[in-house]
């Protein structure tokens, strides 16, 4: 067992607010304390990769290279550390290996020193090119294994993992416990075989969600583990990790104790007490302690995104059968470790499957490709059943997806033009094309995602020319706290807004809109606008099982289609979704084109 202090690395830039906030902290947010945190001491700073890439191009409008180099430029003596998802890279497929190599190139040369590498479904050869272009390039690879439960799941299964890990030129081996399924005494015997058995620094990372994250860092750190990952404790918690402080002063004394300046820690507390009043309204009211996450397994940043998704849909009051789904899609997929993408892929599906009533009647195109082999070997044999209704007689991939890639860098580069202005943009391109193309047509426009504090009385509100999404209101003599906790889709001109009124849920339905409309006697009058297009009654009316965005268009008006033919690709949950003809005919009628917002119920294609 390890005598030296334990030590720690820091996820309040990171994973907390992925966790706690849908991934929405801002860059403004993090600069004033980013030195005080530089002062403490950790071992580092997780401060990019997951989904803030993602985050920072579809919601916040940051451009993410700028955060990491603003973020570097203030964090001079701590290393900076980042989560990559392997051939996954920062997003939700796999990428070519020139894209790979050429991502983890910028990535050290923009100021991350450690790269945690992992693969959704534990297939190593999906982590290959990741680790051999971080050792390339400079970077310490931190190599991780998913940790999961289920019936293939042993401590013997783990240990074989980490050894070919270390085998693959890993300086750090990482136990990734995405969900916080790992109870202490498992992590105690888990840790003391690694310890025994593989001469490299053991990590531990872990989220509490099911309230044991304490107690298992506290026997991990006891079986000898050399770092573990915490939050400043005011950013801790539920989903998120285990607070530092309440690891410090159980330590504190003992040969593990990391000594840190605890009024330096109270300070930064105190910091990010008053920032996250900002974000409350991304909080989930789901956001733990759930001892039910060792049922259904579903990670701290999947379960604030999929309370935040489903509730864009209007159906966050089905969350209970979209998580008692999830297990059984998860099955179905092969028993896969539940995290990104393979945590977005089983929950899209599970959320699928709820809404349209009928188990894989809709499936998302990651679905497909997952069940083809596209993301690699699942860890257990899947459904045949569900395999044969979705691929039909496709055949199973058995290669290293990868390498059925072909090469995209210099492609996105000439599709780009002027509007790359470095490599770092490709990259983003590459990642997320049309979100990217979105983000630069925002920047041009100087749209940002706006969070706004509540006012108090005296304070004046910031001129930035957008209406606070937290306020008071005074009505009668009593007082009101309101804040702003999303908007729904138009229906018939109808917008539904979700208004949280003292911490209660209350939907508000905005009346339709309206337009001049002359009359037969020579006047105007405001007449309500009709919906652009019909509502769903015959049998050949092709619609989205829930509010999305169309992606592609697959025919045009005229062709002949047969039943089950994917005509529209609709992105919803930030997965996309093929839609399928419902019977044989001509397509006679469209009333959608890309980029549009669609709603369920309304007809996009007419077939006859």
Known sequence: ????????????????????????????????????????????????????????????????????????????????????????????????????????????????????????????????????????????????????????????????????????????????DMAGLLDPYTAYELIKRLKEEIALPIHLHTHDTAGMAVATTIKAIEAGVDIVDTSISTMAGGTSQPP???????????????????????????????????????????????????????????LSNLVNQLREQNALHRIKEVMEEIPHVREDFGFPPLVTPSSQIVGTQATLNVLTGERYKMVTTETKNYFKGLYGKPPA???????????????????????????????????????????????????????YLEFLEAKEKGIKEEVSMPQKEEQKPTPTGLAPTEFMINLYGESYHVKVGGKGHKVDGKRPYFLYVNNQLVEVIVEPLQEIVPTEEGKVELKPKESIRPRATEAGDVTSPMPGTV??????????????????????????????????GLVEEIYIKEGDMVNPDEVMIRIR
């Not at 297939?123 to 971080?134: F, P, Q």
């Not at 940790?147 to 293939?152: L, Q, S």
């Not at 055949?395 to 509007?419: G, M, N």
């Not at 992606?551 to 045009?556: A, E, H, Q, Y």
């Open 244 to 302: 530092l402080e309440t690891i410090c002063h159980i330590l504190k004394g003992s040969e593990r104790d990391p000594q840190f300046n605890m009024e330096l820690l109270d300070e930064i507390a105190d910091y990010f007490y008053e920032v996250r009043k900002k974000y409350k309204s991304l909080e989930s009211e789901y956001i733990g302690p759930d001892p039910k996450v060792i049922v259904y397994q579903v990670p701290g940043g999947m």
């Open 1 to 176: 067992m390890s005598k030296s202090p334990v030590k720690i690395m820091d996820t309040t830039f990171r994973d907390a607010h992925q966790s706690l906030h849908a991934t929405r902290m801002k860059l403004e947010d993090i600069v004033p304390i980013a030195e005080k945190m530089d002062q403490v001491g950790f071992h580092s700073l997780e401060v990019w990769g997951g989904a803030t890439f993602d985050s920072c191009l579809r919601f916040l409008r940051e451009d993410p290279w700028e955060r990491l180099r603003t973020i570097r430029a203030l964090v001079k003596n701590t290393k900076l550390q980042m989560l990559l998802r392997g051939q996954n890279l920062v997003g939700y497929r796999h990428y070519p290996d020139d894209v790979v190599e050429k991502f983890v190139e910028k990535t050290v040369e923009n100021g991350i020193d450690i790269l945690r590498i992992f693969d959704a479904i534990n297939d190593l050869r999906n982590l290959e090119k990741s680790v051999e272009a971080t050792l390339k390039y400079g970077g310490i690879a931190e190599v991780a294994f998913c940790y999961t439960v289920g019936p293939i799941y042993t401590i013997d299964y783990f240990i074989e993992l980490a050894k070919r890990i270390r085998d693959m030129g890993a300086h750090i081996i990482c136990i990734k």
């Open 381 to 435: 044999p899947v459904n045949e059943e569900v395999r044969k209704k979705i691929l039909g007689d496709e055949e199973f991939i058995t290669v290293r997806p990868a390498d059925l890639l072909p090469p995209e860098f210099e492609k996105a580069k000439a599709e780009l033009k002027e509007k790359a202005k470095s490599d770092e943009d490709v990259l983003s391109y590459c990642l997320f094309p049309k979100i």
């Open 551 to 584: 992606v592609k268009i697959k025919v045009k008006k005229g062709d002949k289609v047969s039943s089950g033919d994917t005509v529209v690709i609709v992105e919803a949950m930030k997965m996309e979704n093929e839609i399928h003809a419902p019977v044989d």
